[in-house]
Structures are given as C-alpha cells and as structure tokens.
C-alpha cells in the first residue's frame, strides 16, 4: 500500500510563486497523468516528489509520513534523456539498482547473489524486449530502446512511487505507441503508483487511472510571478488497472511479465 | 568541382602529406647545413648529418670515459624516472581531489577557490623555494612537476565531474546509492578517460618544468644534458637529444590515447 498525501503545498523562488495551494491525495496503484501548459510548475512539482526540491510551506506525506527531503529507492525516476550510464553495458545499467541496493560497501555482489541478480536482469530484460542488446552500451542504443531500458532501470529496484518526466517527450509516435504498452505492462506487474508528466493530452487521457491538470486561478497583468499554479481540474479515468494481487519481489522475485 | 571543403585526400595522399611538412624541414635543414659548411667547414651550428650520427653513436652506444656508462640512457632513465613520478602522483591527486571538489558541494566551497589560486602560481617562480626547501636532490625536480601539472589536473576533473547530467546522479540515488558508492560506481569510472585527457594536456608542461629543473640543479637527465654541452656549442648533440625528448613525449602522448581507447570504447573518440 501507498498512500501519498499532499497538503496547503506552496512552492516559492524569491519573488516568483510557482505552485500555490496543491492539496492531493494519491492511493495505492494510481496511474496519475500531469498536465498543463509549460512553466506552469508541473515538472517543479515532480521534483518535489522526488525529493531535490523542498517545499516552502505545506507537507508531503507517503503513507503518513514525510517524504525524504532527498531522493531515494521509494521513488523511482525516468528523465527525458541522460539518465542512463555511459559507462555500463545494457545490462550493468539494470543490475547498478540491485548492486547499489545489495552491497553497501563495495557496490558489487558476487557468487550467489550476483547470480540471482543477473537472472533477475535478464528477466527483466526480456520484459521490456533488450536482450538481444544486452551487452551493448547506452550509447550504441535508439532513443526508444534508451528509454525502455531507463524504465527498467528505475522499475528493478521496485519503488512504491515511481515518477517520469516526460519521458516519451523526444520519441516517434510509433515508438510512443510501444513504450505505452511496456509501461502499462510494468506498472501492473508491479503494482506501484505512477506520477506522469506529460504535454500530450490524449496520452495523459489514455494511460491515467487519474488526470491532474496545473494551471493559475488567479492571474495579476502587472505582476505575473505574483500568483502560481494549483491543480484545477483532478478527473478520475478508467485506466488500465489489471486486478491481481501484489506480486512479492526481492532480489531473487519473479518479475514476471503477466501478458509479455 | 567540389568546393575546397568537401574535398578529401584519400589514405595514401593522406600519409604523403602528413609527412610532407617534415621532409620539408629536413631538407631545409640539410640544404642551410651545406651551404655554411662550405663556406666554414668548423662550423658548428648546423652539424652535417655525419656529425650528428657520430655524435648519437657516442651517446647512445658507447661508454662515457668518465662514468662508465651509456649517458643517453642514464639521462633518459634520470628524466623519465622524475617524469613518471611526478605525473603519477598528479594523476592520483587530480582524481582524489578532483572528484571530491567535483561532487561534494562542502568540498567545493573550501577547495575549489584555493586550487584556482594554487594553479595561478607560476611554478618557476617558487623554483627556488623548492630548492631552499627540499634541497638539490630528486624530491625538488618532481615537486616542481607536480606543483606544475597537478592543480590543472585537479580542476579539470572537478570541471568534468560537475558536468556530468545532473540526471544520472539524480537516477543513481533513486537506485538507492550513498555518495560513497555514487562516487564509486558513477563517478570514478565515468572520470578515467577525463583524467587521461587531462594527463595528455599536462604532458607538454611536465616536460616544460622537468627540464628547467634539470637545467638549473642535476648532474644527470636530458635536459641537464642539453644544457651541459651548450657550453660547448655542441649542437650535434643538443639537436638528437631534442628529437629523442619529442619522440619519447609523443610516444606517451600515443599511449595514452591508444589505452583510451582500448580501455574505454564507450567515452568516445577522443578530442
């Protein structure tokens, strides 16, 4: 279970006010869709979310507590671009959560437990169709196959939130199409909450089980910066919600893929 | 015809004129070398070919009367020995310090103005403290060296680790990453190949500072070697010796680039 609360949230720099007023409630394996016109604090409001910006006034809870004022593996992140490691073949960037996550000291595992993780990478490879490139690095990758893997990076790690950033912004439409279905996929297979941000309104329509939509009630000519954005519209949508139970999922889990 | 610009020289124009420049030179050389030979056959400023390869024979092949040994070698031993010296210890200090200035805001804010400060001493200037301090043994010539090359080192691998996506470190501690183990496994490697860079920048003020040291207080090195024989207005060996120095910096500069390459296909080619 996952509950985020958010309550009276203002977001202000200096003199400009970019958020005002967002109060939300979020359950358990939401897909939630953001949209609204550009700078109107949608993507402020996901790194709220993710913890690398604070707020100026009102709370984030999840499950009742606050949020970590630094990101972490509740919260998983997909970013437009550059997010992946140039350094690390396909499957090194998959296995970086789980070693990360297992090793404290070293950030490597060996024998046993590094096999349970590779097969889990694999796994996990499969789901999202990169095993044939599993060995190759990030760069020798299409933007579309960068993406998918850059979801599984951040899904292996099973966050209870995970969050993404518009992040099928700079794909064809074609591939778009694909990259709906995977993340749908996972996002069943894992039972996690989403929060989308996105500027296309028929993909905000189609994927969420909730849509937020950011705009400014309050408007001052002389002084734009005075007011900021709220939530004006919060639609609940059909979705894609698959019911079956939460799948348990360590490092040795199944990640299975229930309709690959 | 195309435009000038869209014009390409295929492989073997392309190796003719690379070589073109120095066989230009060459001949420069020999042609001025004969003509003042002619007019003074003493003349010691253009050594004949004949001269020169005596000259290399006598300090690459045969043993000095002196010393009892092959003084090329030495020399080249001596330098090289200080060189590497200096240039590790840039190295491990530029990566240490470099990626902490570069990822720990705290870190930065104490060191980042004092290693720019640091890097704007010109290194022959406090030459002599070196020398009042550490005496006239090794330890000043590789100071030298280090106190030369390593801010420069330091700085450019703390500019690169800031300039790595704020995305990635983001990503990494939503993997679940502490600093220690972001700095480890995202940081350090993606730094290898910037540190190499960097190295092959720092090799034409490595030799700069190792040579000015070797000239002012050494009794054995390359550059102590070529200020030696000046006296004697030796140019038969002073030339082979500067040929053999830009040989052996373009050899590590070779390396370096090969190694990177090999050893990390992902960083790309190289600048």
């Not at chain 1, 279970?1 to 985020?4: D, G, H, R, Y």
């Not at chain 1, 993404?164 to 990259?179: C, H, I, K, R, S």
């Given at each position: 279970?996952?509950?985020?609360t958010i309550k009276g949230?203002?977001?202000?720099?200096?003199?400009?006010?970019?958020?005002?007023?967002?109060?939300?409630?979020?359950?358990?394996?939401?897909?939630?869709?953001?949209?609204?016109?550009?700078?109107?604090?949608?993507?402020?409001?996901?790194?709220?979310?993710?913890?690398?910006?604070?707020?100026?006034?009102?709370?984030?809870?999840?499950?009742?507590?606050?949020?970590?004022?630094?990101?972490?593996?509740?919260?998983?992140?997909?970013?437009?671009?550059?997010?992946?490691?140039?350094?690390?073949?396909?499957?090194?960037?998959?296995?970086?959560?789980?070693?990360?996550?297992?090793?404290?000291?070293?950030?490597?595992?060996?024998?046993?437990?590094?096999?349970?993780?590779?097969?889990?990478?694999?796994?996990?490879?499969?789901?999202?169709?990169?095993?044939?490139?599993?060995?190759?690095?990030?760069?020798?990758?299409?933007?579309?196959?960068?993406?998918?893997?850059?979801?599984?990076?951040?899904?292996?790690?099973?966050?209870?939130?995970?969050?993404?950033?518009?992040?099928?912004?700079?794909?064809?439409?074609?591939?778009?199409?694909?990259?709906?279905?995977?993340?749908?996929?996972?996002?069943?297979?894992?039972?996690?909450?989403?929060?989308?941000?996105?500027?296309?309104?028929?993909?905000?329509?189609?994927?969420?089980?909730?849509?937020?939509?950011?705009?400014?009630?309050?408007?001052?000519?002389?002084?734009?910066?005075?007011?900021?954005?709220?939530?004006?519209?919060?639609?609940?949508?059909?979705?894609?919600?698959?019911?079956?139970?939460?799948?348990?999922?360590?490092?040795?889990?199944?990640?299975?893929?229930?309709?690959? | 015809?195309?435009?000038?610009?869209?014009?390409?020289?295929?492989?073997?124009?392309?190796?003719?004129?690379?070589?073109?420049?120095?066989?230009?030179?060459?001949?420069?050389?020999?042609?001025?070398?004969?003509?003042?030979?002619?007019?003074?056959?003493?003349?010691?400023?253009l050594p004949a070919p004949?001269?020169?390869?005596?000259?290399?024979?006598?300090?690459?092949?045969?043993?000095?009367?002196?010393?009892?040994?092959?003084?090329?070698?030495?020399?080249?031993?001596?330098?090289?020995?200080?060189?590497?010296?200096?240039?590790?210890?840039?190295?491990?200090?530029?990566?240490?310090?470099?990626?902490?200035?570069?990822?720990?805001?705290?870190?930065?804010?104490?060191?980042?103005?004092?290693?720019?400060?640091?890097?704007?001493?010109?290194?022959?200037?406090?030459?002599?403290?070196?020398?009042?301090?550490?005496?006239?043994?090794?330890?000043?010539?590789?100071?030298?060296?280090?106190?030369?090359?390593?801010?420069?080192?330091?700085?450019?691998?703390?500019?690169?680790?800031?300039?790595?996506?704020?995305?990635?470190?983001?990503?990494?501690?939503?993997?679940?990453?502490?600093?220690?183990?972001?700095?480890?496994?995202?940081?350090?490697?993606?730094?290898?190949?910037?540190?190499?860079?960097?190295?092959?920048?720092?090799?034409?003020?490595?030799?700069?500072?190792?040579?000015?040291?070797?000239?002012?207080?050494?009794?054995?090195?390359?550059?102590?070697?070529?200020?030696?024989?000046?006296?004697?207005?030796?140019?038969?060996?002073?030339?082979?010796?500067?040929?053999?120095?830009t040989l052996l910096a373009?050899?590590?500069?070779?390396?370096?680039?090969?190694?990177?390459?090999?050893?990390?296909?992902?960083?790309?080619?190289?600048?």
């Open positions: 279970m996952t509950q985020l949230l203002w977001k202000e720099y200096d003199n400009q006010v970019v958020l005002e007023n967002v109060n939300l409630e979020i359950g358990d394996h939401e897909f939630v869709t953001v949209i609204g016109a550009s700078g109107c604090g949608k993507t402020t409001f996901l790194r709220l979310l993710l913890g690398v910006e604070a707020p100026t006034r009102g709370r984030l809870l999840i499950d009742g507590r606050p949020l970590p004022s630094e990101p972490g593996p509740d919260r998983g992140i997909v970013f437009q671009r550059y997010s992946l490691f140039p350094h690390l073949s396909v499957l090194e960037n998959l296995l970086l959560g789980l070693e990360l996550g297992g090793s404290r000291v070293v950030g490597r595992l060996f024998g046993k437990r590094r096999r349970a993780a590779l097969e889990k990478a694999d796994r996990l490879l499969d789901a999202v169709g990169l095993s044939v490139s599993r060995e190759k690095y990030p760069a020798q990758l299409s933007g579309g196959m960068q993406q998918r893997l850059s979801i599984a990076q951040s899904v292996i790690c099973e966050p209870e939130v995970l969050l993404l950033d518009e992040p099928f912004g700079a794909l064809d439409p074609g591939v778009t199409a694909d990259m709906h279905q995977l993340i749908l996929k996972l996002w069943n297979m894992n039972k996690m909450t989403i929060v989308m941000v996105t500027h296309d309104l028929k993909e905000s329509f189609y994927l969420g089980t909730r849509l937020l939509v950011f705009d400014k009630v309050r408007f001052d000519p002389q002084a734009q910066d005075r007011f900021g954005a709220t939530i004006t519209y919060n639609i609940p949508l059909k979705g894609h919600r698959e019911a079956s139970p939460r799948t348990p999922c360590e490092e040795t889990g199944p990640l299975q893929p229930h309709f690959a | 015809m195309p435009r000038l610009i869209n014009r390409y020289p295929n492989r073997v124009q392309a190796i003719v004129l690379s070589l073109l420049p120095f066989a230009v030179l060459l001949t420069a050389y020999l042609a001025a070398s004969h003509v003042r030979l002619v007019a003074n056959p003493e003349d010691k400023l004949t001269t020169l390869v005596e000259a290399i024979h006598r300090f690459a092949f045969e043993e000095d009367e002196r010393s009892g040994t092959v003084l090329l070698w030495t020399d080249t031993a001596a330098s090289l020995m200080r060189l590497l010296t200096a240039l590790g210890i840039s190295a491990f200090l530029g990566m240490a310090l470099g990626i902490i200035v570069g990822v720990i805001p705290y870190m930065r804010a104490t060191l980042a103005p004092f290693v720019a400060a640091l890097s704007l001493i010109p290194p022959l200037a406090i030459l002599p403290i070196l020398f009042i301090v550490a005496g006239l043994g090794e330890l000043a010539k590789v100071l030298l060296i280090i106190i030369g090359v390593a801010p420069i080192i330091v700085r450019d691998v703390a500019l690169r680790t800031a300039e790595l996506p704020g995305e990635q470190l983001i990503k990494a501690q939503t993997l679940g990453a502490s600093t220690w183990l972001l700095v480890n496994r995202v940081v350090i490697p993606q730094m290898w190949p910037r540190l190499i860079d960097a190295l092959r920048l720092t090799l034409g003020p490595a030799w700069l500072f190792l040579i000015a040291a070797e000239a002012i207080a050494s009794t054995e090195g390359l550059g102590y070697r070529i200020f030696l024989v000046r006296r004697y207005l030796a140019m038969d060996v002073i030339l082979p010796y500067v040929a053999w120095i373009f050899a590590m500069d070779w390396l370096l680039r090969v190694g990177r390459a090999k050893l990390f296909p992902w960083a790309g080619p190289t600048r």
